[in-house]
């Protein structure tokens, strides 16, 4: 059985308003309970962040969907770490595929995102993943290396373990249509010894890999049963507490 503590974001994406944002952290609040060794975190709309970080309690942590790379200045629209830290955030998505493929998100402004947050003492989700014709194109594994390798550009051994990798094959999300168990097994244990590649063998035993691509409570236990899943990156199903609850309840097979 991995050490490696098991991780599962919930995802909000742009959903709720100021009441329903506040109910749905508190329903997360109350599934989560007491420490059950599974580190859960909700990535809140900008807007809601301290109405919702208010409710999440202390066993989930406050997480932004996005962030700038830069302190402060003229980037109308945009949001910097301090002002997430402000409202209590510890952690925030870096290069989510719909940054990338609906926002236009280059690797390497991705990847400026990803050191900027380290910098800040936030811990970093980085989201990799093919499109589908990318993997109809046999691609899956270049465009992973090539999105890890932008994400982590210039980020060190030390800064590595404040990283988690999510794994969100972009065909499968919102699609209802989901990748294998062993499929995803195949692609989390690539990025891994990718990852041993990149930095050593420690690393790549230590970094969490989630899988983000429409993880429910019906097949997340078969999902979390493969040796290289750590958890997962949930999006519809995180906007119910219940399913969500489910979803963390799966997570705990692997502590």
Not at 101 to 116: P, Q
Request: charged content about 25%; aromatic content about 4%; overall charge negative.
């Amino acid at each position: 059985m991995s050490t490696r503590k098991p991780f599962v974001g919930g995802n909000w994406k742009m959903n709720t308003d100021l009441n329903g944002a506040a109910e749905l952290a508190a329903g997360v609040a109350s599934a989560v309970g007491s420490d059950s060794g599974v580190e859960v975190a909700c990535y809140v709309p900008f807007p809601y962040l301290v109405s919702a970080g208010q409710k999440l309690g202390s066993n989930v942590r406050l997480g932004a969907q996005d962030v700038w790379t830069q302190d402060n200045g003229a980037f109308t629209g945009e949001v910097s770490t301090d002002m997430l830290k402000d409202c209590g955030v510890t952690t925030v998505l870096t290069g989510h595929s719909e940054r990338r493929h609906v926002i236009g998100e280059s690797d390497e402004l991705v990847g400026e995102k990803t050191r900027r947050a380290l910098i800040a003492g936030l811990q970093a989700v980085l989201c990799i993943g093919e499109t589908i014709e990318q993997r109809e194109a046999g691609e899956t594994d270049a465009v992973n290396e090539r999105q890890i390798r932008a994400g982590l550009d210039g980020v060190s051994a030390e800064d590595l373990k404040n990283v988690v990798l999510a794994y969100e094959p972009v065909w499968a999300i919102g699609t209802g249509k989901t990748a294998t168990p062993e499929d995803a097994q195949d692609a989390h244990k690539k990025i891994r010894a990718l990852i041993g590649s990149m930095y050593d063998e420690s690393a790549a035993g230590a970094i969490r890999i989630i899988y983000g691509g429409s993880m429910k409570p019906g097949n997340a236990p078969e999902l979390m049963a493969m040796d290289d899943i750590d958890g997962g990156l949930i999006g519809g199903a995180s906007l119910k507490a219940d399913d969500f609850g489910a979803i963390i309840e799966a997570a705990t097979s692997r502590v």
